[in-house]
């Protein structure tokens, strides 16, 4: 395992052994991670903790019980979760239900620098996108998975478009890129027109969500986002109030914007960011015949979240089995 960290362009070799049992050093080492002077700690102390709440111990964990759920099959798909500015993820190609902590990577997000890069692995293909998550909606936790009902939901929704282009296509902006949603005030509305206007990766951004209503489980979702422009230590993430508080309501619509595939999952950050940006109290991302992305405020509401949604896609396939319509309108 490595037994390094790089910090700019300085090497700072760590020694590892021993040190855990020593009280002097564990108590530095309290000191040192409340100061946010992580460049002292050991890597190996990154990822050594009793505490089955720490993330170096829930990634492996969770990713098993994902596997179970059918989440994460044949090593895609994941979680990674972030501990105040450290975000930890898992490698890449690892099949997620073997997982240990001792193969987790560590990243400094306000640094952008590895504290802990165990090679010869590398990190997770989603590890650009979860960092999306985070940067942009103060996220503590980002799940992805190749659920079979997030892959079908996205194929259903691609032959709604094919069908409803064939009839004429799309005649303005709101129905092209907002997939006709109506519930956005007139300011979200114009700002969400600026973002589109403005951002890449948005001709990857469906010209309709996945959208759906009149379902319990939709009061599963929270209503509205938190919005950062990027992670800032010194910001009290829980001062920042979501666009819209609350869970929806069983009489709301729920709409999830679907990304297009690309070869390589890293390749799908500026289609992300840009339905974050159009989408502004969205918590999920689906990505057309692949998966979809998930996050929340800790681990358990993103897990929470997911599990609402996967249950939610799931009962979408069966409706549209039956004819019965996903929404009103
Ligand atoms: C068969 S998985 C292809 C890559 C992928 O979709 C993914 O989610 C990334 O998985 P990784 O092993 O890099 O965590
Ligand atoms: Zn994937």
Redesign the pocket.
């Known amino acids: 395992m490595a037994e390094q960290a790089t910090r700019g362009s300085s090497t700072i070799n760590y020694k590892d052994g021993g040190m855990r049992d020593n009280k002097e050093y564990q108590t530095r080492l309290r000191q040192t991670l409340e100061a946010g002077e992580v460049e002292l700690l050991s890597p190996e102390m990154l990822i050594s903790s009793r505490d089955a709440e720490h993330p170096a111990n829930l990634i492996p964990s969770l990713c098993e019980a994902f596997y179970k759920l059918g989440w994460v099959t ?5 979680i990674s979760i972030r501990k105040g500015a450290l975000a930890y993820f ?1 490698p ?3 099949q997620k239900e073997r997982i240990k902590p001792e193969d987790l990577f560590v990243l400094d997000l306000r640094l952008g620098t590895y504290l802990r890069y165990p090679l010869p692995l590398k990190p ?3 590890t650009p996108l979860f960092h999306l998550s985070f940067m942009k909606r103060g996220a503590g936790a980002c799940i ?1 998975t ?1 659920s079979q009902w997030a892959v079908l939901v996205t194929l259903l929704v691609e032959q709604e478009l094919q069908q409803r282009t064939a009839k004429g296509g799309f005649a303005t902006w709101d129905d092209r890129s907002m997939g006709g949603i109506t519930d956005l005030t007139g300011a979200e509305r114009s700002l969400s027109k600026k973002r589109w206007d403005a951002t890449p990766g948005r001709d990857a951004v469906l010209h309709r969500p996945f959208r759906i209503s009149r379902l319990e489980q939709i009061k599963g979702i929270p209503a509205g986002q938190k919005h950062t422009d990027g992670y800032i230590d010194d910001v009290d993430l829980s001062k920042i109030e979501p666009s819209r508080p609350g869970y929806l309501s069983y009489y709301d619509t729920l709409a999830i914007p679907i990304i297009e595939n690309t070869a390589h ?1 890293e390749d799908l950050s500026a289609s992300l960011a840009a339905a974050i940006e159009m989408y502004p109290h969205s918590s999920a991302v689906l990505v057309k015949r ?1 998966g979809v992305y998930v996050w929340g405020e800790t681990w358990v509401k993103a897990k929470t979240v997911c599990e609402s949604l996967d249950y939610i896609f799931q009962l979408a396939i069966e409706m549209r089995k039956l004819n019965a319509p996903w929404t009103e309108d």
């Open positions: 044949g090593t895609g798909g994941g898992a890449s190609g690892v997770s293909q989603c992805h190749h999952e692949h």
